[in-house]
């Protein structure tokens, strides 16, 4: 199924960041309007609104009982100029999100196309066909509406079979924005940084000594996992695997009891999987951005630079609209997906390849008299001379 969210966020964040525009000769041979007088436009009748109602209760010629609908209409219009600056700012930063690094390009495009035209970004002008308009509505409340080429949509005509492109304006209320953001739901998501915060769960999980943490709570760059997890013989001494250097050498490797870490690290990550379930769109943000396909940190890294260019969610992605509320496979599916993702991209570095302590069994040695050197220990071990 076509993402017209992934396709259309990618193109306006292409648009927006190319210097293209600079070489268009129509585009810097003319003027662009980005006065769209939001507020000139909204309050142009409300002074006159206002002087009419004020004089009908000064000469008791109100329509309603006692004025009461007209003080109520004049308490509107008096907080009205106030509540237009608060919705305007808390707009712009919800809109401001679709800058951030790792947006997740499948929210709604139209929140991009927006926070562009807000923020006058070349190619989003009147003169390029945009505009918005603030309303104050009966009730009392306000309204903002952006119109413009990225705000069509296409439709099936049902007799003719023609696909027709037709206004679809993106139109915010300023109580349903404030009910959404007092209930600490967003409108636009901020994708939580999992990888940023994957770093701060590690030394939390038990599996490193105090003195391979710093005074931030991070874990130092020498930080190796508690000898507690690392693998023995009988006799105390260090279970090594054997790594291949090439050349018929190779070196011992410490070899860690990754059952015990798994038991270990487990309630850790449930509890870092349960914070982010208190907001499931932020649980979305991060599977389509982070975890759908257990990517390396490095792609992570790159798929966000290329706001996911389909690296990691254009056939996996879950949808804001379809998938909330979130049903339990799919929270089933986040906490296996997300374990894997930290046990792969984080504690397997420490896992791998580690040079064992002791000094003596770090030295490089033949491949082949070390394998006939183990065969006879396990001959040894097992009374099989």
Same mark, same amino acid.
Not at 79 to 87: G, M
């Given at each position: 199924m076509e993402n017209k969210n992934l396709q259309n966020n990618l193109f306006l964040k292409q648009f927006n960041e190319s210097n293209a525009i600079a070489y268009n000769k129509s585009f810097i041979a003319n003027p662009s309007d980005y006065n769209f007088q939001l507020l000139d436009n909204a309050y142009r009748n409300a002074g006159k609104a206002y002087a009419q109602i004020k004089i009908a209760i000064e000469t008791n010629k109100c329509e309603s009982e006692y004025c009461a609908a007209e003080l109520a209409k004049i308490k509107q219009l008096e907080?009205?100029?106030?509540?237009?600056?608060?919705?305007l700012t808390s707009l712009m930063a919800e809109l401001s999100i679709t800058e951030e690094s790792n947006y997740d390009p499948n929210n709604s495009y139209s929140f991009t196309a927006a926070n562009s035209l807000m923020s006058g970004k070349p190619g989003f002008s009147k003169t390029d066909g945009y505009n918005a308009y603030l309303d104050l509505l009966p009730d009392g409340s306000q309204q903002i509406v952006f119109t413009g080429p990225a705000f069509k949509t296409r439709i099936e005509e049902p007799d003719t079979f023609e696909i027709l492109e037709v206004d679809d304006p993106l139109i915010i209320n300023n109580s349903s924005l404030s009910a959404l953001l007092d209930s600490d739901t967003s409108l636009v998501v901020s994708t939580p940084d999992v990888n940023a915060g994957m770093l701060l769960l590690l030394p939390e999980t038990g599996l490193f000594?105090?003195?391979?943490?710093?005074?931030?709570?991070?874990?130092?760059?020498?930080?190796?996992?508690?000898?507690?997890f690392v693998m023995k013989n009988a006799d105390g001494s260090f279970d090594y695997e054997i790594v291949d250097l090439g050349n018929n050498q190779g070196r011992n490797a410490l070899k860690y009891d990754l059952e015990k870490i798994d038991k270990k690290v487990t309630p850790f990550i449930n509890a870092e999987v349960g914070g982010l379930m208190s907001s499931e769109q932020d649980v979305i =943000?991060?599977?389509?951005?982070?975890? /759908? $396909?257990?990517?390396?940190?490095?792609?992570?890294d790159q798929m966000v630079q290329d706001m996911g260019r389909e690296v990691n969610s254009g056939n996996e992605y879950w949808s804001y609209e379809l998938d909330l509320p979130l049903q339990q496979d799919k929270k089933v599916l986040f906490e296996i997906k997300y374990k894997e993702y930290f046990m792969n991209n984080y504690l397997k570095q420490f896992t791998t390849n580690q040079m064992p302590t002791v000094k003596e069994d770090? =030295?490089?040695?033949?491949?082949?008299? /070390? $394998?006939?050197?183990?065969?006879?220990?396990?001959?040894?071990?097992?009374?099989?001379?």
């Open positions: 907080e009205a100029p106030n509540n237009s600056l608060e919705f000594v105090q003195e391979m943490i710093n005074e931030n709570k991070e874990l130092k760059a020498n930080a190796k996992i508690s000898e507690e =943000a991060a599977w389509n951005v982070y975890i /759908a $396909k257990g990517t390396s940190v490095e792609e992570d770090a =030295a490089v040695f033949d491949l082949e008299e /070390a $394998k006939k050197a183990k065969a006879q220990k396990f001959l040894d071990d097992n009374d099989l001379n």
